[in-house]
């Protein structure tokens, strides 16, 4: 089971703090990513951790969002600053047990899914 948490309303400028832990599983992720889906739109990409360290952004959101994760596999924080009303939208968490080479951009580079928090940001 993967879980996401923190989604909310929040002015243009504003932040946001997103939390994810994937749980009940008999493995350990070797990695965690969060997607974004809008209205009408495909489910992008917007940030991964790989649990050796490595971090990879979305060009949309390099410089306002960061990835971490609490020092524990299996939990997966995303702080969102200056945000935008072109962020709005559900955001997912996704967790990875495969330890083979991947971009951890799509979609399919993931096993488990939560189902989403919304973030809207007001103009």
């Known amino acids: 089971q993967v879980v996401e948490s923190g989604g909310g309303l929040v002015q243009r400028g504003g932040s946001l703090r997103l939390s994810c832990a994937a749980s009940g599983h008999t493995f350990t992720s070797t990695a965690m990513g969060w997607f974004r889906q809008a209205p009408g739109k495909e489910r992008e990409f917007v940030a991964a951790f790989w649990f050796g360290g490595n971090k990879v952004y979305a060009d949309s959101v390099k410089g306002r969002f960061t990835v971490s994760s609490d020092n524990a596999k299996n939990t997966l924080n995303l702080q969102m600053n200056s945000l935008k009303p072109e962020d709005t939208a559900v955001y997912y968490c996704?967790?990875?047990?495969?330890?083979?080479?991947?971009?951890?951009?799509?979609?399919?580079?993931?096993?488990?899914w939560g189902q989403g928090t919304q973030v809207t940001v007001s103009s």
């Open positions: 996704a967790a990875r047990s495969s330890a083979l080479p991947a971009t951890l951009r799509l979609v399919l580079d993931y096993e488990y």
